[in-house]
């Protein structure tokens, strides 16, 4: 198990320097000039140049890249060109708000998804069924900005049980609202994927076994049916953890956040090259932990996969 | 078989009781919460009042306080709080005093004398003299330090040697008592004092700035009324009153603002009552002007910026002046005008927004006349009509008048493509490397003159970045503004601008669309809020919060018996 896991953390290590030199790359294509979007486009081409070399922008491509992945690697991120501030305060200080974020949909999305798909699924083509997944259709079709803003004045600003907006004190009754909707679109997702991974068991010979011996449904879904659908469910809950790490751009937009999701889009519209080298590096590392963390859960789930 | 279906029945029966049981469970969880919750607001107006701090809202995190470093509304708003400068822009939005209690100029219009008020304390404890004032001025001018705003003081003898690394120290500085600052410029700049007055201009506490270095912005030490209290990134800052400061102090005590990027979000806060004034944009001054509650708290005044068309002079069709008067002529921007948001925006037919030093125009624009447009065309030989690209920047204005453009051109023949860019591939398109046919840009000034709207924008010696992003160029038209920039009698001043902004306009470098107003809405507790002309001005040291029985004030006037108490000890 340890072997496995060492081998999945190695296997990560290409994958990083693979996705720092894209994120590098695309923003040497780009257009816009860096150095303007920090002197202005007023300044001196004295003030213009002299700022070039203190970035070390007049260097070749390839010499930036080793100069980036020398500090990297010995731990300095560098300094925002916008703000001035160190990379890596900018995203310690943000980190907790995306991870608070993150969890709080995430144990909303997987309670409601795995819960509705189970049951959609084990009372196939009824009624109930269909309306489960009409109604998933519909919510899901309605854009997040409608359902974030109708909440907010709703929860916020009419009957004030919530805060409208923000991280407050940092508590996690600031993140009840932002939670709630994005784990409800997430929960549909995972719903859909669910019920149908879950009607694909339900149809296999043991489970008519298992009803024929005369098990409680309620033990033929969750014991045998579940159990044996939760290899793609694992892979389905840690793609959307990771998805939530990174960041949910629209949702800490609209409740106020300052989460990772901002903090990237901004550096990126701004050419800040440190910022947004930040946070692909960090972006790229909760994806590859994340996988590895899946690929371990599954040899916990299936014993098959530590074999093979 | 049947007993088996019974069984099955039942269970179901059994089951569906079940789920109503969790599902009442989850409600009640719900509920309990909600109450758990209630009534701990963090809002300022819920049940007690908190009539002493500010509730504000950024729309962006504002960069370092730092006035080399400042360069958008919003640092420029900070800095305003933190720092003086010589002088400051008053409600009239008027060059008047601020840390110099009077200044004097040489008849030639050469050499600034100002005297400096006395006893003036930094945050520190520090007193100010005229050295700190040459040691800001430096600073900003330092080539080491990439001030975007180093072309504000650029006027200075010897700056630009200075700034270009061939100087060791700025000639045109000095400090020849400890209360005295002379300043002598290249050439006569009747328009100096106003640059003084920008956040570029305030003066730093030169120990603490060389203390943080870097990060001076983070922790920063100026003379103003009010100190940086606390700073959480990407949430809010917020002040606390100063009780050295030399001028009228505030009536509050703190003031809080948080950083809220979204305009819904913003309002969400204002209409819960946790902000005390909203500025509004064209996607909801509508929804307040027709509100009972908040139509009679709106607050309006030109805001100084103008937005138009630039039409590319240095390139064909449009270096050809008939093309481009045509295209001033075949747009209705009237009716564009009354699309968008009336009330929000101002008809412009010039550049210099109306009243402005004075400002009266005399040039009343192109007409909308489309068959002359298409006779216009005609003659410059493009009877069939033409291609013509516009660049747009993403979201906002840009999209709200660019198709009606896009519509009224087509009816003289005129093939426009609208080229949406985000903002830095905009700035570069636009810039000195791109070369567009049209752009569809805004001009905001950085200080209150006529003369900000005409020689940045249309002489020929500014580049597209610098603001002339039609590439215009005119021997008059450049003679005036030369003239304008040298004239200090206002009178004298007053008719060049008219005369200069008529023969820039005769030749059609844009097709000028609005001057915007600004809107706010203020809630009810908000008592001596108003519209500053110029944003820097504004100090918060004239507003209060009071209620309509009057509690409040008298909060606020304790407050300062108190601090006032504790500076004498």
Known sequence: MIRFTLRRLLGAIPVLVAVSLATFGLLYLVPGDPVKAIVGERASPETIANVRRELGLDLPLGRRYLNWLGRTLSGDLGRSWITGRPVADSLKARLPVTAKLALTAFAISTAIGLGVGVYAASRHNTAADHLVRVGLLVFGAVPVFVIATGAMYLFGVKWRLLPVSGIGDGSLRNFILPGLVLGLYLSIYQARMTRSVMLEVIRQDFIRTARAKGLEETAVIWRHAFRNALVTVITLLGGSLSNLLVGSVLTETIFNLPGVGRFTVDAAYARDLPAVMGCFLFQSVVFVAANALIDVAYGLADPRVRVG | ?569
């Open chain 2, 1 to 569: 078989m049947m007993t088996l279906r019974g069984r099955r029945a039942r269970l179901r029966k059994k089951k569906r009781r079940k789920h109503v049981l969790v599902l009442a469970g989850a409600l009640l969880l719900a509920l309990g919460l909600a109450s758990l919750t209630n009534g701990r607001l963090d809002g300022p107006h819920p049940q007690l009042p908190d009539f002493t701090t500010w509730h504000g809202a950024f729309a962006f995190e504002p960069g370092p306080l730092d006035p080399a470093r400042a360069v958008t509304v919003t640092d420029g708003s900070a800095c305003a709080l933190v720092y003086n400068g010589l002088v400051r822009f008053d409600a009239e939005g008027l060059v008047v005093p601020d840390l110099a209690e009077r200044w004097e100029v040489s008849p030639d219009g050469l050499v600034y004398t100002f005297h400096l008020r006395s006893g003036v304390r930094f945050h520190d404890g520090s007193t100010l003299t005229a050295p700190d004032v040459v040691y800001s001025f430096t600073r900003l001018l330092d080539p080491k330090l990439g001030s975007r705003r180093a072309w504000v003081l650029d006027s200075i003898k010897g700056a630009r040697d200075f700034l270009g690394g061939r100087a060791l120290r700025v000639d045109g500085l000095e400090a020849p008592d400890t209360l005295t600052v002379r300043i002598t410029l290249e050439r006569p700049l009747a328009h100096f004092p106003a640059l003084l007055a920008m956040p570029a201009g305030y003066v730093v506490s030169p120990e603490a700035a060389r203390r943080w270095g870097m990060d001076f912005g983070y922790h920063p030490v100026g003379t103003g009324p009010w100190k940086l209290a606390s700073w959480r990134e990407g949430v809010g800052m917020s002040f606390e009153v100063f009780a050295g400061y030399f001028g009228q102090g505030p009536r509050l005590q703190t003031l809080s603002y948080r950083f809220i990027p979204d305009a819904t979000t913003r309002q969400a806060e204002f209409e819960a009552g946790n902000l005390e004034v909203l500025a509004l944009g064209e996607e909801n001054a509508g929804y307040f002007a027709q509100n009972p509650r908040y139509a009679a708290r709106i607050q309006k005044a030109p805001e100084l910026a103008v937005v138009y068309v630039a039409l590319n002079c240095g390139k064909p069709p449009l270096d050809d002046v008939l093309v481009r008067r045509a295209l001033n002529h075949a747009i209705d921007r009237g009716a564009i005008l009354d699309a968008i948001r009336p009330g929000r925006y101002v008809l412009a037919n010039g550049s210099i927004p109306l009243g402005l030093g004075g400002h009266e125009p005399t040039w009343d624009g192109y007409a909308y006349d489309p068959s002359l447009a298409r006779a216009l065309l005609a003659r410059a030989g493009y009877p069939e009509g033409l291609d013509l690209d516009l660049v747009i920047r993403a979201g906002g204005l840009s999209v709200f008048s660019a198709e009606p453009i896009q519509a009224e051109l087509a009816r003289v023949g005129v093939r426009l493509r609208i080229v949406q860019l985000e903002t830095q591939a905009f700035f570069a398109a636009t810039g000195d490397s791109g070369n567009p046919d049209l752009c569809l840009l805004s001009w905001v000034a950085d200080y209150a003159d006529p003369e900000n709207f005409l020689f940045p924008l249309f002489h020929s010696s500014n580049t597209p970045s610098g603001g002339n992003n039609a590439r215009f160029s005119d021997p008059v038209a450049d003679l005036l503004m030369e003239e304008i920039r040298g004239e200090a009698d206002p009178r004298r001043r007053a008719v060049l601008c008219r005369a200069a902004e008529r023969v820039v306009f005769e030749r059609a470098p844009w097709i000028p669309l609005f001057f915007p107003v600004d809107l706010f809405v203020c809630q009810p507790v908000v008592r001596g809020f108003r519209v500053w002309p110029v944003y820097s001005g504004n100090k918060m040291t004239e507003v209060w919060l009071e209620d309509d029985a009057g509690r409040g004030d008298d909060l606020g006037r304790e407050g300062r018996a108190d601090r006032e108490g504790g500076g004498r000890e």
